[in-house]
């Protein structure tokens, strides 16, 4: 396993805090040069200077995964410029409104499921015709590392979207990586699911600290799948801390 990426351009979407920030961060500290996406532009922006001061490669993309025109023109954008050189997917972007099913409203349902599903569906496809067209026979495979979520195998009282959306996310990448298999398509697919980490996303649940991750642990966790050799996959992982139960 070889942990330089330097050659490789890597998409990590929601990459303007928590999770997405410590994938950014770490992926540019191993060589590759990232593509920051997030809907928050100052927050990509920011990621983007913590990265290149501290001497690594990065961009911002103001980047809304939920709109599939936008989706497939920055892909097509990023591969006129890129090439066979981008060749990781990072679909981190995620988002929670928790709420009992007799309160969850439609906007609620609706919007999380347009970022949790819709948006690493939308990427996905974008980015596998993109490997496709740019380069059908390759040195390496391409990689899509979906940050899936523990809460798609597990439920909670307040979270039947946030479950619902991110048992779909699992499945949707499940599909994703069956199809790779056996179409031969030259790129890897592993789901991560992680459970609960020190991020903005968790503040509303407020959980003790000692039951929460370092996202930068996590994030060594996608550099990993994206460094195999190229004939092995890191097909599914979850990935909890020791004080977590699972199943529980």
């Excluded at 309160?103 to 980015?127: C, I, K, M």
């Excluded at 990586?177 to 890897?188: A, K």
């Excluded at 890191?234 to 699972?246: K, W």
């Amino acid at each position: 396993m070889s942990n330089d990426l330097s050659g490789r351009v890597a998409v990590v979407t929601g990459g303007g805090s928590g999770l997405g920030r410590a994938t950014s961060t770490l992926l540019a500290e191993s060589g590759a040069h990232v593509l920051v996406a997030d809907v928050n532009a100052e927050n990509a922006r920011t990621t983007v200077e913590q990265i290149t001061s501290a001497g690594g490669s990065a961009e911002a993309v103001d980047l809304d995964v939920t709109s599939s025109e936008a989706v497939d023109a920055f892909f097509q954008n990023a591969f006129a410029q890129h090439g066979e050189s981008l060749d990781v997917l990072v679909n981190n972007a995620g988002t929670d409104r928790g709420a009992d099913i007799p309160e969850l409203s439609d906007e609620q349902w609706h919007g999380v499921f347009a970022v949790n599903v819709h948006g690493p569906f939308y990427t996905a496809r974008a980015f596998v015709r993109g490997v496709l067209a740019a380069a059908p026979t390759r040195t390496r495979p391409a990689d899509i590392v979906s940050i899936v979520s523990i809460s798609a195998l597990t439920v909670g009282a307040g979270a039947g979207a946030y479950n619902a959306s991110k048992a779909a996310h699992l499945k949707l990448t499940e599909v994703l990586q069956t199809e790779s298999r056996e179409r031969g398509w030259p790129v890897r697919v592993c789901a991560v699911n992680p459970a609960a980490m020190n991020t903005p996303m968790m503040d509303q649940w407020n959980l003790p600290q000692e039951r929460m991750m370092d996202p930068r642990d996590v994030a060594g966790m996608v550099h990993a799948a994206v460094s195999l050799p190229a004939g092995v996959v890191l097909q599914t992982v979850v990935i909890t801390n020791r004080t977590e139960t699972y199943p529980r």
